[in-house]
């Protein structure tokens, strides 16, 4: 059974840093491509980066590059967001999800979500 | 940047034909897909590549994409179909979605 697990969220200060764990299992990690997906509670969905299968592409969104990083260890089959320089703004549940290999683009499978709130 | 464009809400009898659409610049141009998230869950891929079913996904879920507008289907709605729904694409080597549309089953 695939599974995504995120962990790491929590209350930060603005201007502090985060780092995201999404723990992968059920199915061949290095495999796939990867993306960060966050939602504000009541609003949309929003996409936040994607890496792929190695590690060595990555893409962000314009509302969060330059301070926010995705990697992965396909030793440990996780995924990872290190977030700095966080701003209210981004506050918001953060899903991992899985990027689909019949259709890439779309996402298959994601995580329960990890709740991040910037707040002094 | 890329946008897609959804109505906000939908309203529909049980029973009824719903139709969700998403509207983009040449949106018929890239595979659009759909998501469906009911309050408190986590999102759930319905439709991708336009038209496929997840397996799982009941047979009254259908899509569609053409020209500048996709469009979910959702065919003798249930109650159990009353959620948000999004839709997405892949724009460049980013991802898109629209802003979701509340489906009511009322």
């Known amino acids: 059974e695939v599974q995504l697990v995120e962990s790491g969220g929590g209350l930060v200060q603005p201007g502090g840093s985060l780092r995201l764990s999404c723990a992968a299992s059920?199915?061949?990690?290095?495999?796939?491509?990867m993306h960060w997906v966050r939602q504000v509670p009541g609003k949309g969905l929003v996409w936040v980066s994607r890496i792929n299968s190695d590690g060595s592409s990555t893409s962000y969104a314009d509302s969060v590059k330059g301070r926010f990083t995705i990697s992965r260890d396909n030793a440990k089959n996780t995924l990872y967001l290190q977030m700095n320089s966080l701003r209210a703004e981004d506050t918001a549940v953060y899903y991992c999800?899985?990027?689909?290999?019949?259709?890439?683009?779309?996402?298959?499978?994601w995580g329960q979500g990890t709740l991040v709130t910037v707040s002094s | 940047s890329y946008d897609l464009t959804q109505p906000p809400s939908v309203s529909v009898s049980p029973g009824q034909t719903a139709t969700i659409t998403c509207s983009g610049d040449k949106l018929g141009d890239k595979y659009a897909c759909w998501y469906q998230q009911k309050p408190g869950q986590s999102p759930v891929l319905v439709i991708y590549q336009d038209n496929k079913r997840p397996s799982g996904i009941p047979e009254r879920f259908s899509g569609s994409n053409s020209g500048n507008t996709a469009t979910l289907t959702i065919s003798g709605t249930q109650a159990m179909d009353e959620a948000d729904y999004y839709c997405?694409?892949?724009?460049?080597?980013?991802?898109?979605f629209g802003g979701g549309t509340k489906l009511t089953v009322l």
């Open positions: 059920g199915f061949t990690f290095s495999s796939y491509w």
């Open positions: 997405q694409a892949r724009d460049s080597s980013t991802v898109v």
């Open positions: 999800a899985r990027e689909s290999q019949l259709s890439p683009g779309s996402f298959d499978y």
